[in-house]
Nanobody, 123 residues
Framework: QVQLVESGGGLVQAGGSLRLSCAASGSTFSSYALGWFRQAPGKEREFVSYITWSGAGTYYADSVKGRFTISRDNAKNTVYLQMNSLKPEDPAVYYC????????????????WGQGTQVTVSS
C-alpha cells in the first residue's frame, strides 16, 4: 500500500512557475514508478509526466514538454513536478499516482492516487 499526498498548487500568473510535491508513505517508495496527471473541469484525466523507479527515465506529454520537469527524491519519499512558463490551458487538478511496475502513460495502469492539488493560472 502507498499513500500519496500532493501539495504546492495555487494561483499563478501566466508565465509563472509552481512546484508540486507528492509525498508518499506506506511502502517501498523507491520501487514505484510515479506519474503526474491532470484533470480540468469537464475533461478526462490526462497524462502529464512519469518517472521510473530509479529516476533515470522520464517522459512528458507534448503539451508540457520543455516547460515541466519531473524529479524524485527517494530519500524523502517525494516526487516533484516543476512547472514553468504556465499557460492558460494548464489549470487543472493535478494528481500524482504510483504503480509497482514499469512506468506508464495510461492512468488505468496506476494503482495508487493522491487526492489532487488545484493549479489555477490567471491571464
Amino acid at each position: 500500500q502507498v499513500q500519496l499526498v500532493e501539495s504546492g498548487g495555487g494561483l499563478v500568473q501566466a508565465g509563472g512557475s509552481l512546484r508540486l510535491s507528492c509525498a508518499a508513505s506506506g511502502s517501498t517508495f523507491s520501487s514505484y514508478a510515479l506519474g503526474w496527471f491532470r484533470q480540468a473541469p469537464g475533461k478526462e484525466r490526462e497524462f502529464v509526466s512519469y518517472i521510473t523507479w530509479s529516476g533515470a527515465g522520464t517522459y512528458y506529454a507534448d503539451s508540457v514538454k520543455g516547460r515541466f520537469t519531473i524529479s524524485r527524491d527517494n530519500a524523502k519519499n517525494t516526487v516533484y513536478l516543476q512547472m514553468n512558463s504556465l499557460k492558460p490551458e494548464d489549470p487543472a487538478v493535478y494528481y500524482c499516482a504510483a504503480r509497482n511496475r514499469l512506468a506508464s502513460r495510461e492512468r488505468y495502469d496506476y494503482d495508487y492516487w493522491g487526492q489532487g492539488t488545484q493549479v489555477t493560472v490567471s491571464s
